[in-house]
């Protein structure tokens, strides 16, 4: 009786340690922490190895482990940033549903963030699952002759709405009230 009351136990606790969501591609900066994903930049305050990133076409894959999640991208152009303030929102929030793995288009030239061939920019990643934002960050050179050479497939078949807009991927649409909520969670803890 104990002893499976105590396997029970820590299959519990298990589950509630379990990441809801890792950035895979571009790499997160430093090692993923689970008690820190929902700080500033998942914890990792230092600048990690800059990766060739593509000006355009580029691609994000990130692994969700919520039924589904509302997500949008930062970016800062600062050589060391430092907290949220160095960062500006280049992407709508858009909402996707299913769990697994998501290859997300991340076609940065045409998003409004001022960037050229060269420059090292610092992305962050805002997902949220449904109960607090959580935040990975990944250190960039970027590079207009890159290109991506992962294996990146949506492991469900995720459906979203299409919004207007000039969004770089596409655009679920219920998320505007909740992105609002967002929007005023991340001004809040810059
Ligand atoms: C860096 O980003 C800021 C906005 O955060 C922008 O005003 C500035 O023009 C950018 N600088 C360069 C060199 O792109
Ligand atoms: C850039 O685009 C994002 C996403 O659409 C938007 O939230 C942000 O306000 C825009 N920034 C500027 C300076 O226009
Ligand atoms: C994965 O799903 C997203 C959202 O529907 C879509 O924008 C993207 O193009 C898909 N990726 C691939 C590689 O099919
Ligand atoms: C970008 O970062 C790389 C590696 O840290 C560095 O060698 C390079 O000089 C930097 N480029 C610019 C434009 O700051
Ligand atoms: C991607 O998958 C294809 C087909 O399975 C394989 O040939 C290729 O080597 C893979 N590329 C990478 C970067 O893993």
Redesign the pocket.
């Given at each position: 009786m104990k002893f499976s009351a105590a396997l029970l136990t820590s299959a519990a606790l298990a589950l509630s340690v379990q990441a809801h969501f890792t950035l895979d591609y571009p790499e997160a900066r430093g090692e993923f922490d689970e008690d820190n994903e929902g700080k500033f930049c998942g914890g990792q305050t230092t600048i990690g190895d800059r990766e060739p990133f593509p000006l355009q076409d580029g691609l994000i894959e990130i692994d969700s482990h919520h039924p589904s999640f509302t997500g949008t991208v930062f970016l800062s152009n600062s050589t060391n940033p430092t907290s949220f303030d160095d960062f500006v929102q280049i992407l709508p929030w858009f909402k996707?549903e299913g769990a697994g793995t998501?290859?997300?288009?991340l076609d940065l030239a045409s998003t409004n963030a001022s960037v050229s061939d060269g420059q090292n920019v610092t992305i962050q990643f805002v997902y949220d699952g449904g109960d607090s934002p959580l935040y990975q960050c990944a250190d960039l050179q970027l590079a207009r002759q890159f290109t991506v050479n992962v294996n990146?497939?949506?492991s469900t078949s995720?459906?979203?709405s299409q919004g207007s807009g000039d969004a770089a991927?596409?655009l679920g649409a219920p998320f505007y009230a909740l992105a609002g909520l967002l929007v005023g969670g991340f001004a809040l803890l810059a």
């Open positions: 996707l998501f290859c997300l288009p990146c497939t949506n995720s459906s979203t991927f596409a």
